[in-house]
């Protein structure tokens, strides 16, 4: 069975533009969760979504968003972006609420 | 609110010993997973064990095994037989079970196995 995958592996943008980050849960994972990892911060949870909706979002500011497709596959989108949004971002699928998160090899983003 | 402690940042062991990195954890939730997650410097956190609140017995999946008790908080990984490729940081962390899919991470122990 396919693991979690992540594209773009790696991206560099700059200050004001936008992105998007996108992620393929496992196979029949219905749960998509979105985190950044920065060296200062940690690991921070951005926003979890399953079958389609929203369930749960971190202390993040509305310039990151997200959306889950009929398929299961979600997009994270941050706009006008900032230099402290340089993070590794990992997205994680799970069956359900009550099983372990299996996570992609995340995006790497630098912002300049 | 949820927190997970680790207070190792760093650890150094000799290949073949064992290894126990301590996580400490607060939550006010009754029904919660506890998780360590091994993360090599490729960055893609990898998934080695996980402990229910409500099991009794200890988890172990092959050389890893999670000392849980409870009445402590605490979910302290124990490697057993350690090699040169459990050079990595670990993470512990804790999801509620009442709500939506979150993980709280702890801030990670660096282990570094030495030859």
């Known amino acids: 069975k396919a693991g979690v995958t992540q594209t773009p592996r790696y991206l560099i943008k700059t200050r004001g533009q936008q992105v998007t980050l996108s992620c393929s849960p496992i196979?029949?994972?219905?749960?998509v969760s979105w985190y950044q990892q920065t060296p200062g911060q940690g690991l921070q949870f951005l926003f979890e979504?399953?079958?389609?909706?929203?369930?749960n979002k971190g202390n993040f500011p509305g310039r990151f968003s997200g959306r889950q497709f009929s398929n299961s596959r979600s997009e994270m989108n941050v706009s006008t972006l900032e230099l402290g949004d340089s993070a590794l971002y990992l997205c994680?699928?799970?069956?359900?609420?009550?099983?372990?998160?299996?996570f992609g090899p995340g995006t790497r983003l630098t912002v300049l | 609110a949820q927190k997970i402690t680790q207070t190792q940042p760093g650890m150094f062991v000799q290949e073949k010993e064992a290894v126990t990195l301590d996580c400490t954890y607060d939550?006010?939730?009754?029904?919660?997973?506890l998780f360590w997650y091994k993360q090599p410097s490729s960055g893609e956190m990898i998934f080695l064990i996980y402990?229910?609140?409500?099991?009794?017995q200890n988890a172990t999946e092959g050389r890893y095994s999670l000392n849980f008790q409870k009445a402590r908080k605490s979910a302290n990984l124990v490697i057993s037989a350690s090699q040169l490729g459990d050079s990595a940081m670990y993470f512990c962390?804790?999801?509620?079970?009442?709500?939506?899919?979150?993980?709280?991470f702890g801030q990670g122990t660096r282990l570094t196995i030495n030859p």
């Open positions: 994680a699928s799970s069956l359900n609420e009550a099983n372990e998160q299996f």
């Open positions: 196979s029949g994972h219905r749960s």
């Open positions: 979504y399953f079958s389609e909706t929203q369930r």
């Open positions: 939550t006010s939730d009754q029904s919660y997973g």
């Open positions: 402990q229910g609140s409500y099991d009794e």
């Open positions: 962390a804790m999801t509620s079970f009442q709500g939506a899919q979150k993980l709280v």
